[in-house]
């Protein structure tokens, strides 16, 4: 028995002549001819209307750590209530969850279960989750599920967070930002090459929603580079991300150098530690504060330091905080401010 699915009509979809869809949800700017679907292969044009195909398919759902995010600045120590639907608009062949993300391209599916907005808050809320987050995939192409889920999270009094690849269009983050508290962007380079070549995207795109996320919304933000060797592991790459955060954003928005495992249709080897904490280093003299290391057990970079007194504030073992002496958003020693904690 095949289940009657509901397709929702897409946000940000505008008519143009010859019964084409013109999609402004993200920087491909889709231009889709009827009976056809955009470059995320979760949208179509359907007699003239742009549809979600991916509003009920949720393919994952859990209760996280925040700091699986990864966010280590924003409500640290609380849990998240995680969910997927399947697409994403880059091609990343280094995908860690390739196959929810790349499903729709790998094997012409699109699966997942019909679990309503209410039904999620509900789940959040009686898992003891302070928020929920919308990640592993690509939130940006389920966009529609995200709103109404999110309002309804508001109303409940939980926060609401991305983990974006970044390409959504500024009309799309201003829209979200009434109920966006939180999001974690991947930069994940610092060359058009690698993104033309690995992600079959643009960089420019990213860099901008970062810019104007940073500068513009009041949503906390921190960046994620998973570390790829011999891909933009170099000292000279690794310095231009940290300094166009620094420069960008802020100097306080955290930076979470990931290492990388292989997967997907990239064969590169994992990223030595050794890398990493050159990239801490690196971080460091470019005017960073808060550096951490992801994917790394035992890296001794997980916790929270004050960038002014070096006190311990926030003691971590991977996605666990053992303790947290930070007061008032404030170092207890020192009181320098530690942006994003009391959030």
């Given at each position: 028995?095949?289940?009657?699915r509901?397709?929702?009509p897409?946000?940000f979809?505008?008519s143009?002549p ?6 402004d949800?993200?920087?491909?700017h ?9 470059h995320?292969?979760?949208?179509q ?5 742009l ?7 949720i ?5 996280d ?13 609380s849990?998240?209530?995680s969910?997927a ?20 391209i ?5 699966e997942?279960?019909p679990?309503?907005?209410d039904r999620?808050v ?12 919308y ?7 389920f ?18 967070v991305?983990v ?5 269009t500024?009309?799309?983050i201003?829209?979200?930002?009434q109920?966006?508290?939180?999001i974690?962007?991947d ?7 690698f993104?033309?070549?690995y ?6 795109p ?7 996320i ?9 960046i ?6 011999g891909?933009n592991?170099s000292?000279?790459e690794?310095k231009?991300?940290?300094e ?12 979470h150098?990931?290492?990388y ?5 990239l064969?590169a ?6 890398t ?14 808060y ?5 790394l ?9 004050c ?14 905080i053992?303790s947290?002496?930070?007061k008032n ?15």
């Amino acid at each position: 028995m095949t289940l009657q699915r509901h397709l929702k009509p897409a946000l940000f979809a505008q008519s143009i002549p010859d019964m084409k869809q013109r999609c402004d949800l993200c920087n491909f700017h889709c231009i889709i001819p009827n009976g056809q679907k955009g470059h995320c292969g979760v949208r179509q044009n359907i007699n003239g209307t742009l549809l979600s195909l991916n509003y009920d398919r949720i393919c994952s759902a859990a209760a996280d750590p925040i700091e699986k995010k990864p966010l280590f600045h924003f409500q640290p120590g609380s849990h998240t209530w995680s969910i997927a639907a399947p697409g994403c608009n880059f091609r990343c062949s280094f995908c860690q969850n390739w196959n929810i993300s790349q499903s729709q391209i790998e094997y012409g599916t699109i699966e997942g279960t019909p679990i309503s907005p209410d039904r999620t808050v509900a789940a959040a809320v009686n898992s003891g989750c302070s928020s929920i987050a919308y990640t592993y995939t690509e939130p940006t192409v389920f966009f529609e599920l995200c709103d109404d889920t999110a309002r309804l999270a508001k109303q409940a009094g939980l926060k609401n967070v991305f983990v974006s690849n970044g390409y959504m269009t500024t009309r799309v983050i201003d829209y979200a930002k009434q109920w966006l508290d939180a999001i974690n962007i991947d930069l994940k380079a610092f060359s058009q090459d690698f993104y033309r070549d690995y992600c079959s995207a643009q960089m420019t795109p990213v860099l901008n929603t970062i810019r104007h996320i940073a500068k513009y919304t009041g949503i906390w933000l921190e960046i994620t580079t998973l570390v790829i060797p011999g891909l933009n592991d170099s000292d000279a790459e690794l310095k231009a991300i940290a300094e166009f955060i620094a420069d960008n954003a802020s100097p306080d928005t955290p930076w979470h150098v990931s290492r990388y495992y292989p997967a997907y249709h990239l064969d590169a080897v994992a990223t030595p530690a050794e890398t990493l904490h050159r990239a801490i280093e690196i971080g460091k003299k470019a005017g960073l504060n808060y550096i951490y290391v992801g994917n790394l057990p035992h890296s001794n970079a997980e916790s929270t330091i004050c960038p002014n007194c070096k006190h311990l504030l926030i003691e971590r073992a991977g996605y666990h905080i053992i303790s947290n002496n930070i007061k008032n958003e404030a170092c207890p020693n020192c009181k320098t401010n530690i942006p994003g904690t009391g959030m």
